[in-house]
């Protein structure tokens, strides 16, 4: 498995890369916050607010292809949910349709909220890939962990970072070795095979765990996220911090 899934263009050497762990987070979790908050009838605020983060993502110089087809991936899971609401939704009727003895009404209202459902949700996925591919993990978890997030919060992520990839490789190691052995069966074999394989995984998973924690003990680990350089906020960071939440209070406000 990749190892990169996260923060491939974390390298990159841009602007926004440069700019301090902590000050992306709270400038984009900010974003976050007043997308949400903004009303589902102001359209112009939503498209503000992409040409804001659309913006952000052109200077990072991380590929928009990249971005764009990361962020339409949240799309199917978004719909999957929200397509009944233009349904379900009370109020003026947008139109009728009828499905053998089945009559179904859209309305306006349903409409409106579908769409702000939609709009939230990629500008909110787009947010969050540019503070990922603009700031490696092991920072990423450093300015969490200086804004206060729960340290044993921090070892979580830290360590499903790291070894979800490993448990990825053992499942690909365990399934191909499945396909070696034996093929065809009926369905009730196939799922007595994958329930071993299951018990087999967390078997392994908790043994595996044991072992790494014994060997970073020994290393002398504390609890804590060590990075090679300190976290230091600049001039740059506070600058890109003041205009960024200062549009986004104008849009969010004033429009």
Not at 128 to 157: D, W
Request: hydrophobic share 55%.
């Amino acid at each position: 498995m990749k190892h990169d899934f996260l923060d491939k263009y974390a390298e990159l050497d841009s602007v926004i890369h440069r700019l301090d762990p902590r000050i992306k987070i709270i400038s984009f979790f900010s974003f976050i916050f007043l997308v949400i908050s903004t009303q589902p009838t102001k359209f112009l605020n939503f498209v503000l607010y992409f040409l804001l983060i659309f913006g952000v993502i052109l200077v990072s110089k991380v590929p928009l292809r990249f971005v764009f087809k990361r962020s339409l991936v949240i799309i199917p899971f978004v719909l999957l949910i929200a397509i009944f609401i233009p349904f379900l939704k009370e109020g003026e009727i947008a139109g009728s349709y009828n499905f053998a003895s089945l009559h179904l009404t859209v309305t306006y209202d349903g409409l409106i909220i579908l769409f702000n459902v939609l709009s939230k949700s990629w500008l909110s996925v787009l947010s969050m890939l540019a503070l990922a591919s603009t700031t490696k993990f092991p920072e990423l978890l450093k300015g969490f962990e200086k804004l206060g997030l729960p340290r044993v919060m921090v070892m979580i992520l830290s360590f499903m970072y790291r070894y979800v990839f490993v448990l990825g490789d053992e499942l690909m190691r365990m399934k191909c070795a499945r396909d070696a052995r034996s093929f065809g069966g009926n369905s009730k074999w196939h799922i007595k095979t994958i329930g071993n394989i299951i018990g087999m995984l967390f078997i392994r998973t908790y043994e595996r765990g044991e072992r790494v924690y014994i060997a970073m003990v020994s290393r002398g680990f504390s609890g804590k996220i060590k990075i090679l350089d300190d976290l230091h906020v600049k001039r740059l960071d506070l600058c890109f911090m003041v205009f960024f939440l200062a549009f986004l209070t104008v849009i969010w406000a004033v429009l």
